[in-house]
């Protein structure tokens, strides 16, 4: 649990494909604002998974402990798991130790965009030392996606989606640190439902996840209006933005038909799965369809607060406004200051409040 709390939740991203935390979040509004406290029990570059997936089996299914290797390549990994998805088709994840994929940099098997000159892989006993011996037990076209060794960890840790069943959809979310073969990337991603509905390109994330460590995240979200590239998505970590509020702006609609506005919200997902015992805590969350918003903190301005906490307004006019006070896990004998920010995400300055 954060400092000051009483509860958390959590997942292991490692235990199925598509994990995610607390579902979605409904909002009717141009704007939406959510703070949270969370904890990544795992390290990124140690919890990516590495799988391949093959086709035209000859043989036995590979079992966990068997070494697989690249006829050509000579690449080999070691089977943790398989799934079937068919006859004689599959998906062979590996160890996240042992043979050559594992190496750094990573010697992979080969795959091939033309899926009919994927490369034959075959499976082995494990000798003790993770080499193969004997003869192969069954061979398989390894790669038949054109991925050849896909080393994945997608993880997205906030997206927003427009209505579901509605077509031109859009979805925008960051792939915090962001694993596969070619190294680890954090970005703000955009997707759309129609070739002709792009509206941004993807954003560079400066912000790099924090293993073992309870961050504060927040997200300030405002769509834009119709044929006004005036769109704004911010990410700050622990009082660091990923980029100015105004820095980057988008289109949110395509040149024809609109596409519905962002109205849900979904927080932590890893899709494709991710090494066992992947955990991530999840402490508390704040979502408000609005940036007016009061926040307590250590620092006597605001550009300086890494330990931001939201309070719960229970009351809100121009001339007056009542919360509920959380202090989390701020120290009640230290130095406290009140921020209070209005719609447009100007922030008062600091009012010392012990």
């Known amino acids: 649990m954060a400092p000051g709390s009483e509860y958390a939740i959590r997942a292991d991203f490692g235990a199925s494909d598509n994990t995610s935390i607390l579902g979605r ?8 604002y959510f703070w949270r406290k969370s904890l990544d029990a795992f390290d990124a570059s140690k919890a990516a998974i590495l799988r391949i997936r093959f086709t035209g089996l000859s043989g036995p299914l590979p079992i966990p402990g068997q070494v697989i290797k690249g006829v050509e390549s000579g690449a080999t990994g070691i089977v943790a798991s398989v799934k079937s998805t068919g006859p004689g088709k599959g998906d062979i994840i590996f160890k996240p130790e042992g043979g050559t994929i594992n190496y750094t940099p990573r010697i992979l098997m080969i795959g091939n965009p033309d899926p009919s000159k994927a490369e034959l892989i075959s499976s082995y006993e494990n000798d003790g030392s993770d080499n193969p011996t004997g003869s192969p037990i069954a061979t398989m076209k390894g790669g038949a996606d054109g991925w050849g060794t896909f080393v994945s960890f997608n993880n997205k840790i906030w997206r927003l989606w427009s209505d579901f069943g509605t077509s031109y959809r859009h979805n925008t979310y960051i792939a915090f640190a962001f694993v596969n073969q070619f190294g680890t990337t954090s970005a703000l991603t955009n ?20 293993p073992f460590e309870w961050t504060i995240q927040e997200v300030l979200h405002q769509s834009s209006t119709i044929g006004e590239k005036n769109g704004l998505t911010q990410f700050i970590q622990d009082g660091i933005p990923a980029w ?18 962002y109205s849900q919200l979904f927080q932590f997902q890893v899709s494709n799965g991710a090494q066992p015992n992947t955990w991530r805590y999840m402490d508390s969350l704040y979502v408000d369809d609005t940036w007016h918003r009061v926040i307590l903190c250590s620092s006597p301005t605001f550009a300086s607060c890494s330990d931001r906490e939201i309070q719960l307004p229970t009351f809100w006019i121009d001339a007056k ?18 921020y209070v920010f209005d719609a447009e995400n100007n922030t008062s300055e600091g009012f010392k409040v012990n």
């Open 244 to 261: 100015g509020l105004k820095e980057k702006t988008f289109d949110h609609f395509a040149l024809s038909t609109p596409a519905k506005r």
């Open 191 to 210: 997707e759309y439902g129609d070739p002709t509905s792009f509206y941004i390109e993807n954003w560079t994330n400066k912000l790099q996840q924090k």
């Open 321 to 338: 406004i009542q919360v509920k006070i959380r202090l989390g896990g701020l120290d009640i004998d230290g130095p406290i200051y009140l």
């Open 25 to 32: 979040v409904d909002f009717d509004s141009d704007r939406v």
